[in-house]
């Protein structure tokens, strides 16, 4: 977590907190100094880019939740997380639950017409795959990188990939799953600390990853790691074994049906992420839960 001890300049602005997960709001221009001042102290910043299917995990998982909390930096991935926070915030004060509902269904025709209207309290919103290619740019040469995870032959192909793109990097690469079995968390960690990077990708499963990073924060600490950050299926976006949405449809709000059409089995999480979660956000608003917290001006 952020040490208490660091100045408010080093602390990115807390947009909200939903459902007792803080957002945080980084501009691309302050990444190349929030990295500078980590790479610099003994602090260590954890990343997390929680998605509207996290919210649904933690919002069920007391445990998960708590590991969403001990973060030091965590931005939104997903327009659901705009969508339902504009939501919450525009319906705050109201008694009367068809004017809510009403409230609820203005969200998605706004998300689909008129995204304007969705830029508070989240002002936007970062895809991890393009977090983890921002931050890159932002770290100063020779930085000591590794990517832990990633199926099959993906590590190996994540540090071609990577090598090509940012050749000025120390870049180190290793596989394996951790909850496997006991002798497995001892090799990944072994290859973590033999790599001594200075930041660290972490591309698991969520909510394994989280409680991977958060179960040995102190450790990463203990040989020097200064960034964690986790990153899901950012390894196979970055390697091509998963395309992006076109452009387009990334700009139009639609890259859940391009995951739908590339990825047919994914059909269940992805219906989490649209419907799912909006419905849960609207049945708690409607049972009275405060489920959005503005900070303090």
């Known amino acids: 977590m952020i040490s208490s ?28 100094e929030l990295l500078a001042t ?21 919002i069920k998982d007391e445990k ?17 997380l705009r969508q339902m926070t504009s939501f919450l915030h525009r319906a705050e004060g109201i008694d009367n639950k068809f004017q809510v509902i009403s409230q609820w269904c203005m969200s998605y025709l706004h998300t689909l017409c008129a995204p304007r209207y969705i830029d508070y309290p989240i002002d936007r919103v970062i895809a991890g795959s393009d977090t983890l290619f921002r931050i890159h740019k932002a770290l100063p040469n020779e930085t000591k990188i590794h990517y832990f995870g990633g199926e099959g032959d993906v590590p190996t192909q994540m540090l071609e990939v990577m090598n090509k793109n ?24 072994s290859d973590i600390k033999a790599a001594s990077p200075e930041v660290l990708f972490v591309a698991l499963p969520f909510p394994l990853q989280e409680r991977f990073v958060i179960e040995n924060k102190h450790y990463f600490q203990k040989i020097g790691i200064k960034v964690v950050m986790v990153v899901g299926g950012s390894f196979d976006f970055a390697v091509g074994k998963i395309k992006r949405a076109p452009l387009w449809m990334r700009r139009s709000r639609l890259e859940w049906l391009w995951r739908v059409i590339q990825e047919p089995k994914r059909v269940a999480r992805i219906f989490d992420a649209v419907f799912a979660f909006p419905y849960m956000i609207l049945r708690r608003r409607l049972a009275g839960k405060d489920d959005l917290l503005l900070p303090k001006l």
């Open 166 to 189: 940012y050749p000025g990097y120390q870049l180190t690469s290793s596989g394996g799953y951790p909850y496997r079995s006991q002798s497995e968390m001892v090799k990944v960690m």
């Open 38 to 58: 980590y790479l610099c102290q003994d602090d260590l910043l954890i990343i997390f880019t929680p998605n509207p299917e996290i919210m649904l995990r933690a």
């Open 64 to 80: 998960y939740l708590s590991i969403l909390q001990q973060v030091g930096l965590s931005l939104p991935d997903g327009q659901g």
């Open 5 to 32: 001890k660091k100045s408010i300049e080093t602390v990115p602005r807390q947009q909200c907190s939903l459902l007792g997960v803080p957002f945080h709001s980084i501009a691309e221009q302050e990444w190349k």
